[in-house]
């Protein structure tokens, strides 16, 4: 498996769902199918294009983590400043498409995570505890 810098965030934000108690799934694991073949069979098993690489139940609905390369910063000897490095990663077309669907039903939520604090943070400020 390729390791990209979203793997360990994720597995952080899904660490710390398990510490809480929540009941989760990851229902495509990022996984890109390159064979047209297989693709197609995936799809018309239920695999769709932007679904959030976690689902989270919770109390009255769900909420879906889209997990992100956070931005990489640098300090430049040249200027003596931070600048950044490498951009964070950004939702694709699909994924935009899927978090506006999924917010338009009540009690339910998405979110993007850079990091494990992002997923803290709106389990908090919502006052989200496992059932």
Known sequence: M??????????K???WLESKGFLFCA???GVDVANKNTRFVLYR?????GVP???????????????????????SFKTGKVIQEEAPGRQSDGQK????RMKAINGHYYIVAY???DVQQFFWL???KAA
């Open 126 to 128: 919502n006052h989200i």
């Open 27 to 29: 229902p495509g694991l």
């Open 115 to 117: 990091d494990l604090a």
């Open 97 to 100: 498409v899927f978090e506006n």
């Open 53 to 75: 690489d976690l689902l989270v139940w919770i109390p009255g609905g769900t909420v879906g983590i889209e997990v992100k390369k956070p931005a990489k910063y640098m300090m």
């Open 45 to 49: 098993m239920g695999r769709r294009a």
């Open 13 to 15: 934000i899904v660490n």
């Open 2 to 11: 390729v390791n990209r810098p979203e793997q360990s965030i994720q597995i």
